[in-house]
Each structure stands twice: as structure tokens, then as C-alpha cells.
């Protein structure tokens, strides 16, 4: 378990109040064929008093003047994340290999260890348990009363109320929403899957923690499984083979457990990424995560 909370705390380094927009390229230009274009926005939530970083990435086909939408993928820890997923998409547009997608790195206002790590705790976690929040103390020197576990339902009427309407008010998007994470961004992806199911249509839940609290996904996903046998939604799931017995099996298991409830609706692929540790693995994910979920299938000649 020890081990676990250090992998994940390196994985750490890497009504809605508009506090500040920063354009790095100005407005979406009526044509970006060249180059895929990014935006900033700070914004401030009415609901958890939270400062999130939203970092966009438009196709490189993006255009405001013409009469098109486009889905939308929202990537968490988008601090660490979304730099890579920007590199990627912008070499696979190049090559026409994944579809037009908008891209929203979901991070925060402030880098330092600290704040992330308390933040990112709160927010991806769809469960309290206090036991676990005073025992990851040690490996990052959070100060003792800091974590705080639970606040994943919070964090989810977050994107629902404010950010996703922000975004689908900035950007020409259609309802084809997607979320991927890793470690506790895996987590939560996967909470999103069970618990919100009308939210998103396509999720990469990457190196998911479902050690948390003893396993709160696995009862969560049975009890879900009496009443609906109807899931529509393009799941990917992976973990690197490095990753050791609290990261692999769970993944494994939980993937089986979709599986052998036969959810009409549902596309599921599985990916076990050979010799990957919980870090190595993040910018392999991002790539399959990309391919799979938005991949453009080959023509048959």
C-alpha cells in the first residue's frame, strides 16, 4: 500500500465565477488548418470555492465560421496531463489518425505540491475515508488535518453545473462528452461511469486506484448492474504491468466485472502496457486513450 501512495504521489508532481481568460492565440479563428490552437481560462466555482485551470486544445481543423461541433474529451490533472495530450493529438492530426476533438486539460490554479495534492485528494475521490487520507501523510509531508477524502459527488456537479457549461458556451461542442484520468483521475473516471452514465460517452480509465476504501467500486458497480443493463459508453481501460498487486489485479477485476454483467451499449478494451510503472505508463495511456476512444477507423479499399 506504501508503495502505491508513492508512485501516486509523484504522479502528483507534474453558478461559475470567470476570475480571468487568458487566449494564448486569441479568439478561435474562422480557420487554425495549420496548427492545433490552445486557450487558458481560470475560473473560480460557486459550489467548492475551487480555482480550476482549464487548458483547451482545439483540432487543427477548428473553425467558428463553419457549421460544425465537435466532442469534447475532459482529461484530469490536466497540470501534468494535457501538455502531453496536447504533443499527441497534434502528431496524430497530422496523420489523420483520430477524429476532430476538443481537448480540456481540467488542472489547477496553483503548481506546488501541496495544493494539488489536497485538491486533486478532494475532488477525485468518491468516497471519505479518513483512515487513508491521515496515512498518505508521510510520503508527501502534507501538513497533519490537510487530505480530505469524499468529495468526488461534489466535484462531479462542479463539471456538470459550471464547467461544462462554460466551455460548451466558449466552444462550438456537441453532447458527446468524454473523461479520462489516471491513478485518482482513474478513479474518478470510473465513478462517473456508474454513477453519472447520461454525463459522458467515452471513457479512459487509466491506472485506476480502485484500492480506495477497501474497494468502493466493486459493490458500486454490482448494485448498479440490478437495476440497468444498459450502459452506453466506449470504455478503455489500462494499467502498466509494473504497477504492482493494489493497481494491476483491481483493474483486471473490475474490467471482468463489466464484462460478465454484459451491459448492452457498452464497448469495452483493455490494455496492459509491459514493463510500465504508475509514472512511465501516463504518456502511453494518453496516446491509447486518444486512439481508442477517437481513433479514425482505416477506410476498406
Partial sequence: ?????????????????????????????????????????????????????????????????????????????????????????????????????????????????????????????????????????????????????GGGPVFLNVLRKEIFPFIETQYKTTDDRGIAGNSFGGLFAGYCLISAPDLFHRYGINSPSFWWD???????????????RFLNANVFMSVGSLEGEWMVPKMIAFADSLKHHNYNGLTLTTQLFDNETHVSVIPASISRTLRVLYGVKEKKK
Fill in 1 to 149: 500500500m506504501k508503495k502505491i501512495l508513492a508512485l501516486s504521489t509523484r504522479l502528483l508532481l507534474g453558478g461559475l465565477l470567470v476570475i480571468n481568460v487568458i487566449v494564448t492565440e486569441g479568439q478561435p479563428s474562422s480557420s487554425s488548418e495549420e496548427m492545433s490552437e490552445v486557450h487558458q481560462h481560470i475560473i473560480k466555482s460557486k459550489i467548492n470555492g475551487v480555482t480550476y485551470h482549464l487548458s483547451v486544445s482545439l483540432p487543427k481543423h477548428y473553425s467558428s465560421m463553419k457549421d460544425l461541433r465537435y466532442p469534447v474529451l475532459y482529461y484530469l490533472d490536466g497540470n501534468v496531463t494535457f501538455p502531453i495530450a496536447f504533443g499527441t493529438r497534434v502528431i496524430l492530426d497530422w496523420t489523420g489518425e483520430i477524429e476532430d476533438v476538443i481537448i480540456v486539460g481540467v488542472g489547477y490554479s496553483k503548481l506546488s505540491i501541496i495544493p494539488l495534492m489536497t485538491s486533486r485528494w478532494t475532488d477525485y475521490t468518491p468516497s471519505s475515508n479518513v483512515k487513508t487520507d491521515s496515512s498518505f501523510l508521510g510520503p508527501i509531508g502534507v501538513p497533519a488535518g490537510s487530505l480530505t477524502s
Fill in 214 to 228: 477497501n474497494g468502493y467500486m466493486f459493490p458500486l458497480e454490482k448494485s448498479f448492474s440490478k437495476g440497468n
